[in-house]
T-cell receptor
């Protein structure tokens, strides 16, 4: 159980275009999902907390107009990188929290974004 | 805020035991996680500690001391496939809501 999928796994786009990344909880309902970004040889940095049916909570320094998050259902959250630039190239990882005793997060496989 | 420290790199021999330490400072502590991350992949959950003591799960064990702000991950009978980064993550209070903060990770290299 507790499987999280992410799509696409890899995307290459031109500078100025927008890219949408989907995160799905396959076998459970996730009221809360998280979006992380990881640059090479660095740890995961939380970008935002996505709550089903409400606005996402963004971390300091993350532009909410650039990184649009939608959590329309209990099994799907999307991250749209708008007007992507080369510096947005990174590994984007979502996670979903399984409510219960451990309150554990399970991660999707990640999306590697390359902006040319 | 939250501050997490763990060694950057460690090397250990196949079949041996290795202990990866993590110290943290946080407000409103609500749990500590260990994740394993292979290069180019997303993290996978290893363990969760919220109370003091040792949690054992197969070859992996995790220890927590809340009073000392200290945890360690113990890997026994090391295998080559255990070469990976090990992330310590702490859940604590941040501006009124619970947030998980990750350490920078310890890159473990297992050698024959």
């Amino acid at each position: 159980g507790a499987v999280v999928s992410q799509h696409p796994s890899r995307v290459i786009c031109k500078s100025g275009t927008s890219v949408k990344i989907e995160c799905r909880s396959l076998d459970f309902q996730a009221t809360t999902m998280f979006w992380y970004r990881q640059f090479p040889k660095q740890s995961l940095m939380l970008m935002a907390t996505s709550n089903e049916g409400s606005k996402a909570t963004y971390e300091q320094g993350v532009e909410k107009d650039k990184f649009l998050i939608n959590h329309a259902s209990l099994t799907l959250s999307t991250l749209t990188v708008t007007s992507a630039h080369p510096e947005d190239s990174s590994f984007y990882i979502c996670s979903a929290r399984v409510q219960g005793n451990t309150d554990t997060q399970y991660f999707g496989p990640g999306t590697r974004l390359t902006v040319l | 805020g939250q501050n997490i420290d763990q060694p950057t790199e460690m090397t250990a021999t196949e079949g041996a035991i290795v202990q990866i330490n993590c110290t943290y400072q946080t407000s409103g502590f609500n749990g500590l996680f260990w994740y394993q991350q292979h290069a180019g992949e997303a993290p996978t959950f290893l363990s969760y500690n919220v109370l003091d003591g040792l949690e054992e799960k197969g070859r992996f064990s995790s220890f927590l001391s809340r009073s000392k702000g200290y945890s360690y991950l113990l890997l026994k009978e090391l295998q080559m496939k255990d070469s990976a980064s090990y992330l310590c993550a702490v859940q604590g209070d941040s501006g009124g809501y619970q947030k998980v903060t990750f350490g920078t990770g310890t890159k473990l290299q297992v050698i024959p």
